[in-house]
């Protein structure tokens, strides 16, 4: 069982190096969903199933609906046609892959074996998280909650953002 946490977390460090040293955010975003996966990984280790299952459903899954989003709001016609073909090549996809092939081996194993945990695990429902999240962490969840909402605005703002604008002094003047 340490063996496949230390994978896990050495999954999870390398996909998030991966996410903050890419340029292109459709690389960083694969890297990103891997590291969220490898996260849940890490959770069902350690016997929390519900916040494995909260990682892989919201964490990943909303990942990727916002990853659709962007694309949605960056599609600017044939100039992102061939950005693309340029993303979809094989050695594009040998990283995330990699660390994918990994994480499915390390859970498949784990099914396999599927022997009690060696750590104290005690079963949280789900109406416990939800009490706490409204009552002691309530504030942390607004927080949280303000955050993401700025970050959808923002994203919002910069994909319809196509007009630039000069200063008066950097503008060329207009022959006459």
Same mark, same amino acid.
């Given at each position: 069982? %340490?063996?496949?946490?230390?994978? &896990?977390? &050495?999954?999870?460090?390398?996909?998030?190096?991966?996410?903050?040293?890419?340029? %292109?955010?459709?690389? *960083?975003?694969?890297?990103?969903?891997?590291?969220?996966?490898?996260?849940?990984?890490?959770?069902?280790?350690?016997?929390?199933?519900?916040?494995?299952?909260?990682?892989?459903?919201?964490? &990943?899954?909303?990942?990727?609906?916002?990853?659709?989003?962007?694309?949605?709001?960056? %599609? +600017?016609?044939?100039?992102?046609?061939?950005?693309?073909?340029?993303?979809?090549?094989?050695?594009?996809?040998?990283?995330?892959?990699?660390?994918? &092939?990994?994480?499915? *081996?390390? +859970?498949?194993?784990?099914?396999i074996i599927a022997q009690p945990s060696p750590y104290n695990m005690q079963a949280v429902d789900a109406k416990a998280v939800a009490i706490s999240l409204f009552k002691p962490y309530f504030?942390?969840?607004?927080?949280?909650?303000?955050?993401?909402?700025?970050?959808?605005?923002?994203?919002?703002?910069?994909?319809?953002?196509?007009?630039?604008?000069?200063?008066?002094?950097?503008?060329?003047?207009?022959?006459?």
């Amino acid at each position: 069982m %340490n063996i496949a946490f230390y994978i &896990a977390a &050495a999954v999870t460090l390398i996909s998030t190096i991966m996410v903050i040293t890419r340029h %292109n955010p459709v690389h *960083a975003l694969l890297y990103l969903v891997i590291s969220l996966l490898s996260l849940s990984v890490i959770f069902f280790l350690l016997g929390a199933h519900f916040a494995t299952l909260l990682e892989v459903i919201i964490y &990943a899954g909303a990942i990727m609906v916002l990853f659709i989003f962007v694309i949605m709001l960056l %599609n +600017l016609g044939k100039e992102t046609a061939k950005q693309e073909q340029q993303w979809l090549k094989p050695k594009i996809w040998i990283g995330p892959t990699i660390l994918s &092939a990994i994480l499915f *081996a390390e +859970l498949f194993y784990l099914i396999i074996i599927a022997q009690p945990s060696p750590y104290n695990m005690q079963a949280v429902d789900a109406k416990a998280v939800a009490i706490s999240l409204f009552k002691p962490y309530f504030i942390g969840v607004e927080l949280a909650a303000m955050l993401l909402m700025a970050g959808v605005v923002s994203a919002a703002h910069i994909g319809q953002h196509k007009k630039t604008e000069l200063h008066r002094f950097l503008k060329e003047e207009e022959p006459s």
